[in-house]
């Protein structure tokens, strides 16, 4: 049972990434799958989730019309795009899966490595 998070990089502000979340060992359907992302020096912090009935809430405002978020069954992978980046979205990126709902803290089930992504001005 594995997730693996990847995608993230160096983008200048206002550019755009896709961080890709995939599952191996088991299947993402039931799952309610959250994107996390912490700041150096900063607390880890909730971003955006889909849950297993496809309701995406948001826990960060401040990505709230930048950062959107679907599944592909098929490929058993969440994505995260990522448009308009601003510095302060430099982050280490994780995804992590809880069964159904999504949930703001970090009780999940599993949790995939984290991936950087850097926003230079």
């Known amino acids: 049972v594995q997730l693996q998070a990847s995608g993230g990089g160096l983008v200048q502000s206002g550019g755009s990434l896709r961080l890709s979340c995939a599952a191996s060992?088991?299947?993402?359907?039931?799952?309610?799958v959250g994107w996390f992302r912490q700041a150096p020096g900063k607390e880890r912090e909730g971003v955006l989730c889909i849950n297993s009935a496809g309701y995406m809430p948001y826990f960060e405002d401040s990505v709230k019309g930048r950062f959107t978020i679907s599944r592909d069954y098929a490929k058993n992978t969440v994505y995260l795009q990522m448009n308009s980046l601003k510095p302060e979205d430099t982050a280490v990126y994780s995804c992590?899966?809880?069964?159904?709902?999504?949930?703001?803290?970090?009780?999940?089930?599993?949790w995939g490595q984290g991936t950087l992504v850097t926003v230079s001005s």
């Open positions: 060992g088991f299947s993402l359907g039931r799952y309610a």
């Open positions: 992590a899966a809880r069964l159904n709902y999504c949930s703001p803290s970090s009780n999940y089930d599993y």
